[in-house]
């Protein structure tokens, strides 16, 4: 199951178009959604160097997150939260969840974390109408970020929000805000800071230990309740936020065929998880329902988290 992103079509035109309780002028290529040109705030989107309040506490995130991620931090909240004794919930409880969480490390949205995961599953929706994994893959990608919840342990936003990378192995200069690594235990760690570190060469990115925050918390929680997604979706959900890779092509020589396959998925999903924000909120009870009957065909009606 694969699709080449180079093969989607450019003929770009005006639309007025209403998505199941979105309705909002925007670029359309040939039914393909397109990227506004700003986010809600009026900047480009993943500007990290516009002035405003929010940008310095978007930095300071930063330089905390790249101070603590540590291979001994990520193996140690590895091992605590595969434990998965934190709740028994459903997947749409968890959603609901997400109403009381607003992600620091984000530059472009300020709106409940539900809205995000409902404006992005909607807007492929519309687009690839077939895929319903998709669909359901938007709908839970971030719903790691319960983290932040008290129940959960309460992590601070550096160990949950933000771009992922890989530790064990050289920090990458194209991370956002990476001048903050040479701080980090590991950056003078002759084990951790060569290129490939403690990997090597096309061993697969399941061998590599990314920082720890909602993604890979969130694959954990799928992959052990025993979703049905495909291999595409699981990727998907443990890499959306490894900016580094899928947007600047950084550590690709870790990557094996599969990896590889997977990632054009990625790049696909990337485009509305990023550019889909927005100030304009979908209808939660409209369309709930169907996203209610994908939750009950891939995930059991109760999960560990």
Not at 30 to 55: C, I, K, L, W
Not at 159 to 167: I, Q
Request: net charge negative.
């Amino acid at each position: 199951m694969t699709i080449l992103i180079e093969q989607l079509p450019f003929d770009i035109q005006a639309d007025e178009t209403t998505v199941h309780g979105v309705n909002e002028t925007e670029l359309v290529v040939d039914g393909v959604f397109a990227a506004p040109e700003t986010n809600a705030f009026g900047h480009n989107f993943r500007d990290y160097t516009a002035e405003s309040a929010r940008q310095e506490g978007v930095e300071n995130f930063y330089k905390i997150n790249h101070l603590n991620q540590t291979f001994d931090f990520v193996k140690k909240m590895r091992a605590k939260y595969a434990k998965l004794d934190k709740a028994e919930m459903s997947i749409w409880q968890c959603c609901e969840l997400l109403n009381d969480v607003v992600d620091d490390s984000d530059p472009d949205l300020d709106e409940p974390q539900i809205q995000h995961l409902l404006q992005s599953a909607e807007a492929i929706r519309k687009d690839y109408p077939d895929e319903d994994w998709l669909h359901l893959t938007a709908l839970i990608h971030d719903l790691g970020k319960v983290l932040l919840l008290p129940s959960f342990g309460e992590l601070p936003q550096w160990a949950v929000v933000g771009d992922t990378f890989p530790v064990g192995c050289a920090f990458h200069d194209s991370i956002v805000h990476s001048k903050y690594f040479k701080e980090n235990p590991d950056y003078n760690n002759p084990t951790y800071n060569s290129k490939f570190g403690i990997y090597s060469k096309g061993c697969g990115l399941h061998n590599v230990m990314m920082s720890w925050g909602h993604d890979d918390y969130m694959y954990m929680v799928a992959k052990e309740n025993g979703t049905t997604l495909p291999s595409a979706g699981l990727f998907i959900i443990r890499y959306h936020s490894f900016y580094v890779l899928h947007k600047s092509g950084a550590y690709m020589e870790l990557m094996n065929k599969e990896d590889k396959e997977n990632l054009k998925w990625l790049h696909i999903f990337n485009k509305y998880d990023l550019y889909s924000k927005s100030k304009v909120q979908v209808n939660v009870e409209e369309v709930k329902p169907y996203y209610m009957s994908l939750v009950e065909k891939y995930f059991p009606a109760k999960l560990k988290w």
